[in-house]
Each structure stands twice: as C-alpha cells, then as structure tokens.
C-alpha cells in the first residue's frame, strides 16, 4: 500500500536566528506535518527553487500543500507596495506561484493555509487587499495574536451545497492570524465561506477536474484539539 505523497511548499528562514548560528534554513510548521501523517498521508518539503522545477516537483507528487508565512508580493496582482505591506519573499511568491499552475495543469489537488489561499487566489488571477484596513467596509480582527492559536476568536459561516460547509458545517469558529485578504476573487475560483464583516475565508474551485480547497485560518495550528480542522487535513489527503 503507497500512501499519498503530500508536498508541503517550504518557508525559508531569511533573518538570522541563534538556534541555526546565523544559517538559513528551510522549514515547514510541524502541525502541517503532524496533521499529514495523522491523515495518512506521506508529507514531502518541497525547498523554495526557480519556478522552473515546479514542473519536475509536482510530477513527484500527489497533491500540494500550500502554507503560511509571508506577505504576497503585490506586483502579482498589479500593485506598489503600500506602506502596510509586511515582509515579502519574491522567490517563494514565484515558486509557489509555478506550483499552482502546475498543480491545475498536472490536475493535482491543492489545499491551501492563510497565505497558501491569497496566494493561489493571485496566482489564477485575483488580486489582495494588502491590509485589511483597505477594506471598503470595517473589518473584524484577524490577527488574534497574542491569544493562543488553539483558541478559536471569530465565526465564519460557509455557502449551503459548499464543499467545505461539508466539511465544518453552517457556521465554526476559527482562528486567524491574516491581516491581508482576499480582494478580487480569480475567475476559477469562488468563495464559499465568510466572516462576519463580509472577508472571504474558503476559496474553492468552480471546475470539477481542478481540486482546489484554501481556508484563510490556521487548521494545522488546532487540528489537534478540533476534529473539523484535523477533518480538513483527512479529506484532502483521502478524498479531495
Ligand atoms: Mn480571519
């Protein structure tokens, strides 16, 4: 018995940091890990390339992961940066963007965390608020920090007939840790659950033969202590 191959696109520590002496490092969240195996699935790290691997990377996998971390460069989706944009990782915005479309052309499936949604929103073609306070109407707050990441701190309610309202229901609460969003929402996809100030947190994909699943939370963070985000992990590694 082969289990699913799940690649996990890598984060890359850029600062200096004691615990590696100074040294860069690649990296994922253990929880993106630990969720994997928990589902059964085989995780695989995929370290930040030139786009050009993407191609080579996603024929050895089954599905891909995408995870959180840094800002998306808004030059993807026709921006300057404002003065609220946070830090950037041009060369793991182009990587992960290559994955994407691979993924879609190899029809592999996707499933996507915080910044792995906004950015496959950009990478089809959507566009970012790059703060939320550019939101047209008053937002809630989505970065919850310093509470605790296993504490849940605001509703989303999901689409009726949703795949994801499958998987959590009419309404759950979820962590959050973003404070950009999802502006225009690319051609492929659609939103199928929300905050309460109107933020998109689920993007799905409208066609069939393209699995895609991004929730704008962090279930890898409290998949532990709640079944329905433990729930995301078993699907997309069995089903999606
Ligand atoms: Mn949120």
């Known amino acids: ?134 939101y047209e109407k008053t937002a809630l707050k989505h970065e919850q920090a310093p509470t605790a990441p296993w504490f849940a701190t605001h509703e989303v309610k999901t689409a009726p007939d949703s795949l994801v309202n499958n998987l959590i229901g009419d309404s759950h609460l979820v962590n959050s840790y973003h404070h950009q969003g999802i502006k225009k929402i690319a051609p492929q996809l659609k939103a199928t659950a929300w905050a309460n100030d109107g933020i998109v947190e689920v993007l799905e994909s409208t066609q069939p033969e393209h699995k895609i699943l991004g929730v704008q939370w962090h279930p890898e963070l409290n998949h532990h202590v709640d079944a329905k985000e433990q729930g995301l992990f078993n699907y997309f590694v069995n089903q999606l």
């Open 1 to 134: 018995m082969s289990l699913p191959i799940i690649g996990i696109a890598g984060n890359q520590l850029v600062h200096a940091s004691q615990t590696f002496n100074g040294n860069q490092v690649t990296y994922t969240p253990q929880g993106f890990v630990n969720a994997v195996q928990i589902a059964g699935g085989l995780p695989l790290v995929l370290p930040i390339g030139e786009p050009t691997l993407a191609q080579s990377y996603i024929k050895q996998i089954d599905k891909l992961l995408l995870a959180g971390g840094q800002d998306i460069m808004p030059q993807l989706f026709g921006e300057e940066p404002s003065e609220k944009l946070g830090e950037i990782n041009p060369a793991r915005d182009h990587f992960e963007s290559a994955l994407v479309k691979e993924a879609v052309a190899q029809h592999k499936p996707i499933f996507a965390v915080c910044r792995g949604v906004q950015l496959v929103n950009v990478a089809l073609g959507g566009t970012l608020y790059q703060d939320l306070s550019f």
